[in-house]
């Protein structure tokens, strides 16, 4: 009786961990779609989440959506997407510097 207890605790536990990893694909996914409509102040602010969520796994892309949100935010004088982005920029840095 232990044991089906214990087995049906594991399978639950595995289930919630694998949705856990498709919600966040599917996060990153629909981060990516909405980035394709967006513009203005919506698409630097898409680029700048969608860099936070893919920076442990693709540095480079994450370094250069961010950038490019900086770059944005300073053309059209949005203050506060430009501090966004310096911060996710010093979020992203020491990451990319421990493993660049």
Known sequence: MKICKGLILFIIFILT???AFSVEF????SLRNALNQAKGDEKISLQLDLALRINETK???ADSLSQEALKAAQRIKNRLLE???YLILGTISPTFEEKG
């Open 17 to 19: 961990f694998s949705n």
């Open 26 to 29: 599917n996060s990153i996914d």
């Open 59 to 61: 540095i480079n892309e």
């Open 83 to 85: 501090m966004r982005a």
